[in-house]
Nanobody, 124 residues
């Protein structure tokens, strides 16, 4: 079992940057594929990015490709989301998720473990 805690959210102007972190407790962090999802008010949760356990493969939603970078440090049991050139439409609660022995799915239904979320607000 793994517990996830996100941090790094906040208020930023359009064009700015933020780096989210997701700290995981428990053992064998490298056995978990990890993902970032987000949910804006009145909208369904949507996929943002995912990374395999080794960090060797990443996948991005088209809406963030070229602006966001997902990474992980397995020695620190932490995953990151570097968000550059933020836009008002990126405003949402961002969640990290973990999938044991996963391949890096874009579907939130495949992730068993979730963090509590961190708010990202981008002003225009």
């Amino acid at each position: 079992q793994v517990q996830l805690v996100e941090s790094g959210g906040g208020l930023v102007q359009a064009g700015g940057s933020l780096r989210l972190s997701c700290a995981a407790s428990g053992r064998s962090f490298s056995m978990y594929a990890m993902g970032w999802f987000r949910q804006a008010p009145g909208k369904e949760r949507e996929f943002v990015a995912t990374i395999t356990g080794s960090g060797g493969s990443t996948t991005y939603a088209d809406s963030v490709k070229g602006r966001f970078t997902i990474s992980r440090d397995n020695t620190k049991n932490t995953m990151y989301l570097q968000m550059n050139n933020l836009k008002p439409e990126d405003t949402a609660v961002y969640y990290c998720a973990a999938e044991l022995l996963g391949r890096g799915s874009t579907s939130d239904r495949t992730y068993r473990y979730w963090g509590q979320g961190t708010q990202v607000t981008v002003s225009s």
